[in-house]
């Protein structure tokens, strides 16, 4: 069921690791009424549970690792004047300790992409990775969360979906967020942003090279996937009974 349109509107994205959430977020960055936000809890949980990740220190270093603060951040005035505030968040980074009040009056969705895709473009980064690292059962939590809390499940997007028809999929998601589509959403100017990580991060290497969401960006992903190994394969195999549990909810349009 589609939201009211408000006046403003904070809106939560939570998704997984390489979901193309930053994309997402470049997406909404490129509206004139939106201001945008980029994992504020990463830092409160690079230090709180000792991951070890691409940047860490420099992340900890320029980051928020209070997550009260953070949260007193979240429920503070929207940026720059604007009537929509978008967050992205990764559902690692919701952490038992970290308070839950603020999601509630909020518009949430959820950005999920196979879990096969998703480990290839995380192994690039981190071979070492594990399932726990991808955080699909998280994720599958933070939706069961947010429908307790909120009332009503959020809506869920596939990126495989997305790329398949990017206005369709931007215009029904807009729709059930209760916001009006703007065509802007579509293509962006390449670059870092003020939101990135320093100009080399690994994990940003090529969004910042990004002007749009691209249609083969599936296959070309799938023609990079590396070679298949058993531990790769025990991986996908554990994330993927909370993928298909949240892509039987998914929004739907008339060409998906």
Known sequence: MPREQLEEQRIAMWSVPRALSTAMLRAWESRSDT?????PFYGCFLKETGADRPGREESLAMMETDSAAVVADLQGPIPDGKSIWFQKHHSLHLLPTTPREWMDGMAHFLLIRHPSLVAASYHRIRPDMTAHDLGWRELAEVHDLLSARTGQAPPILDASDLLSDPE???EALCEALGVPFDPGMLAWPSGRRATDPSLGDPWYATVQTSTGFIA???????SETPEDTEAMQQVVDACLPFYEQLHAKRLTTSGS
Do not use: C, G, I, W
Not at 35 to 39: G, H, N, R
């Open 35 to 39: 201001a945008v936000l980029d994992e």
């Open 168 to 170: 369709s999929h931007l």
């Open 216 to 222: 083969d960006e599936e296959r070309k992903h799938a």
